[in-house]
Structure formats: C-alpha cells, structure tokens
C-alpha cells in the first residue's frame, strides 16, 4: 500500500470516530437515509483502499469538496474545522495519487 492511500485511510479512521461518536443532522443533505448508511459508505471507500483499489478515490474525493453532503453534515453537527482540515489533507494526498 502506498503512502498516499495510508494516510487516505486514517482521514477516513478519523472521519468515521466522529461521525460515530455522536449524532449527525442529516437534515442539509440528500446523499445519506441515515446515518447506517453513512456509515457504510464511508466502510466501504476504506475497505477498497485496504484492498488498493482505487475506483472509487474520485466519489471519496466528492466527498471532501466544499458544499458536499459531508460538508454540510460536518457543518450541520459541529466539526466544520476539523473537516476543513482533514479535506485539505486529502486534496493534497488525492494530487498524488490521481
């Protein structure tokens, strides 16, 4: 596994502790049902990384742009900054890889 796809995978490890810590208002976006299903995508972008697959990095990056339905659950439950930090790291490693 490269560099780039580890630190792609403690960004998400560290997206899905907070996420899992608490409650997320869901209520600014369309994407998830619930947070289960928030959950599961996030699961699943780290299991295919863990397997070096990178199909799916350009959703994963979807993810991470300003106005996403990250962003606005970031925003929406409290961890706007951290998620701003976190972003910028993954655009950065996101350059590497693609």
């Not at 972008?45 to 659950?73: G, N």
């Amino acid at each position: 596994m490269k560099a780039e796809a580890a630190e792609i995978l403690d960004i998400l490890d560290q997206v899905m502790a907070i996420v899992q810590a608490g409650p997320q208002d869901l209520s600014w976006q369309s994407r998830y049902a619930d947070e289960a299903e928030l959950v599961g995508d996030l699961t699943d972008h780290s299991e295919l990384i863990r397997r070096d697959d990178t199909s799916r990095l350009p959703d994963l990056k979807f993810l991470f742009l300003v106005t996403s339905p990250l962003c606005e659950i970031a925003a929406s439950s409290g961890w706007l900054e951290t998620y701003t930090a976190l972003g910028n790291r993954f655009d950065r490693l996101y350059e590497r890889l693609a």
